[in-house]
């Protein structure tokens, strides 16, 4: 199994709303990529809300408190059990509508698709790709088969502006992608996967909302299989209640609050699932943020700092989580650090490990990291 390349920084870490490094900085933005309007199964409130497109729902989007980001992930199809009602001509509508409405600097509004069904095959977030992936007949720019998961990955890895995330996932999903070798293709396809998600039925809007799903356990074995990614928080809004619901977010490293940056961010795993509004997590290994490889090294120097402006949102745990990929072994703590917001630590590299933290606040709020990779 090849090692994924990443670009590396020197990174000091710093407390405060930036990650600073010798070249660039990268600062903390909040966000949400599974929802969505009327263009399919979304906005099923409309009747109330007089919200029924992308445009309305990013202009709603905008006006939530510690939100600077959103991605409407459309189902890509239009007949399936629940008839989500996904028109090729609308597909290529709320692209254009993501553009108009996106505000580089103030916030970003991404539009994708939600790929496949639920029965036999599992649903994944596609961003970076303005063409509508599907199997119905005058109902798709690109072909790919409801279960045909092998031939998407394919199409992924062929457009490297794209990024897949897993929605919800199930064992027997994508083909049993979980109880299957190792696939290299959908390793680099796949940037992240849900482990936490919905109701999608919520209509709450007063940001005390709880999720429905759990797959922690899913994003721990995928690890373990070898995969490189992420986890992420998702809402799966199908009300109007974008970024209202949940005061759950996930948090991107980012240069810069602006599509590429964003999209970038994601695709290189620098993202953590905060069920907290507006926690600040800084992890590096040797100077390296989250979601990088770190290779020929004989010693890890591990450095945490966490921030929450709210006193009554403390840390009470800290676990720092490490296995080796490919062992098909779940990951196991390392080290476990109680009632602490900073931590260092400085030891021999392991010939080939990752590391990710679970934090625990105080109210019961999690936050789950991407891992960073070290190799000797």
């Known amino acids: ?51 029924n497109t992308p445009a309305g729902s990013f202009q ?23 008839n989500p009602g996904m028109h090729l001509e609308d597909y290529a ?16 509004c991404l539009y994708g698709m939600e790929f496949g069904i639920i029965m036999g095959g599992g649903h994944v ?38 990024f897949a995330i897993l929605a919800h996932p199930e064992d027997v999903h994508f083909k049993r992608l979980l109880q ?27 940001y005390k909302q709880k999720p429905s799903g759990n797959f922690y356990s899913y994003y721990k074995w995928m690890l373990a299989k070898g995969y490189h990614l992420g986890p992420v928080i998702d809402h799966d809004t199908h009300m109007t209640v974008f970024g209202r619901s949940h005061p759950s977010r996930t948090v991107v490293l980012a240069e810069s609050l602006d599509r590429e940056h964003i999209m970038d961010a994601y695709r290189s795993m ?53 296995g080796k990929p490919g062992s098909n072994v779940l990951p196991t703590v390392f080290k476990s650090i109680p009632n602490s917001e900073t931590f260092s630590f400085r030891g021999p ?6 590391y990710f933290l679970e934090i625990t606040q105080k109210d019961g709020d999690k936050i789950y990291t991407a891992p960073i990779w070290v190799r000797k």
């Open 1 to 51: 199994m090849s090692f994924f390349p990443k670009s590396a920084f020197m990174v000091q870490f710093l407390i405060g709303i930036a990650i600073n490094a010798s070249s660039q900085t990268y600062n903390f933005y909040r966000g949400n990529l599974h929802a969505h309007t009327a263009y399919s199964d979304g906005n099923k409130d409309s009747t109330k809300s007089h919200v």
């Open 60 to 82: 709603y989007a905008k006006q939530s408190a510690n939100f600077d980001y959103i991605g409407i992930s459309e189902h890509n199809h239009y007949t399936a059990r629940e």
């Open 93 to 108: 509508k709320g692209v254009d509508q993501a553009k108009d409405e996106n505000e580089d600097g103030s916030f970003v």
């Open 125 to 162: 977030l596609i961003y970076g790709v303005d063409s509508l992936i599907g199997w119905e007949s005058g109902n798709y720019d690109i072909y790919c088969g409801k279960s045909d998961y092998k031939n998407l990955w394919k199409i992924l890895t062929a457009r490297p502006a794209s």
């Open 180 to 206: 299957s070798p190792y696939n290299a293709t959908a390793d680099q396809a796949i940037c992240g996967v849900a482990v936490v998600t919905g109701p999608f039925k919520s209509k709450m809007t007063n």
């Open 270 to 322: 620098r993202f953590y699932s905060s069920g907290d509004r507006n926690v600040e997590v800084c992890f590096t290994i040797n100077g390296e943020v989250m979601g990088s490889p770190i290779e020929d090294t004989d010693n890890i120097v591990i450095d945490i700092s966490i921030l929450d402006e709210d006193i009554k949102d403390k840390t009470v745990s800290i676990k720092i989580l490490s």
């Open 349 to 354: 590299a392991p010939s080939s490990a990752y």
